[in-house]
C-alpha cells in the first residue's frame, strides 16, 4: 500500500454490504483523494527534484567550501613561507650591509692612516726644505758678512793706498810746484 497510484485509488472497488457506504459519496471522495493524492505526488516529486539540485548545489558548496579551505592554509602556508623568506633575505641583506660597512670602515680608516702618513712625510719633506732654506740663506749670508768683511778690508787697504797715494800726489805736487817755481825763479834770477 505503499506505493498505491492515483489511479489505483479511483479504480478501487470495495464489496458491497447491506448495511454499507454510500457508493457515490465513496466515488466522489475517492476521486477527491485520488486527485489530491496526484498532486502531493507531484509536489512531492518536484520538491525530490529540487532536494537533489539543492544537494547537489550543497555537493558543490562543500567541495567549493572544501577547496576554499585548503586554498586558505596554503595561502597561510605560503604566507608563512613569504615572511620566512623575507625575514633570511631581511637578515642576509642587514648581514650584508653590516660587512659592506664594516669594509668601508676598514678601507676608510686604511685611507686615513696612508694620508697622515703622505702628509707626515710632505711635513717632514717641508720641514727639510724649509732647513735647506735656511742653510742657503744662511750660508749667503755668511758669504755676504765674509764679502762686507773683506769689502771693508779691501776699503781699508784702498783708503789707506789712497791715502798714501794722495800723499804722494801731494808731495809730487809739491815737487812739482816747486819746480815750477825754481823754472820761473831761475829765469829772473832769484832762488829760493
Same mark, same amino acid.
Given at each position: 500500500m505503499n506505493n498505491i497510484s492515483s489511479k489505483e485509488i %479511483?479504480? *478501487?472497488d470495495f464489496k458491497k454490504t447491506f448495511r454499507g457506504y454510500d457508493p457515490y459519496e465513496v466515488d466522489a471522495f475517492l476521486e477527491a483523494l485520488s486527485l489530491r493524492f496526484e498532486r502531493l505526488l507531484e509536489e512531492n516529486t518536484g520538491l525530490s527534484s529540487r532536494i537533489n539540485t539543492l544537494t547537489s548545489d550543497i555537493d558543490v558548496y562543500k567541495e567549493n567550501e572544501a577547496t576554499l579551505q585548503r586554498a586558505i592554509v596554503k595561502m597561510q602556508d605560503l604566507a608563512e613561507e613569504m615572511i620566512q623568506s623575507a625575514k633570511k633575505k631581511a637578515e642576509l641583506i642587514i648581514r650584508e650591509a653590516e660587512v659592506n660597512a664594516q669594509k668601508l670602515a676598514q678601507d676608510t680608516e686604511k685611507e686615513i692612516i696612508t694620508r697622515k702618513n703622505e702628509l707626515e712625510e710632505l711635513k717632514l719633506r717641508n720641514d727639510k726644505l724649509v732647513e735647506d732654506? %735656511? +742653510? @742657503? @740663506?744662511? &750660508? %749667503? +749670508?755668511? !758669504?755676504? =758678512? &765674509? @764679502?762686507?768683511?773683506?769689502? *771693508? #778690508?779691501?776699503k781699508m787697504e784702498l783708503s789707506r793706498h789712497k791715502? !798714501? @797715494?794722495? !800723499?804722494? =800726489?801731494? #808731495?809730487q805736487d809739491e815737487e812739482q810746484s816747486l819746480r815750477k817755481i825754481s823754472i820761473n825763479t831761475s829765469g829772473t834770477g832769484f832762488s829760493e
Open positions: %479511483k479504480k *478501487n732654506v %735656511k +742653510l @742657503f @740663506f744662511m &750660508e %749667503k +749670508l755668511n !758669504e755676504m =758678512d &765674509e @764679502f762686507v768683511k773683506a769689502r *771693508n #778690508v779691501y791715502h !798714501e @797715494f794722495e !800723499e804722494e =800726489d801731494q #808731495v
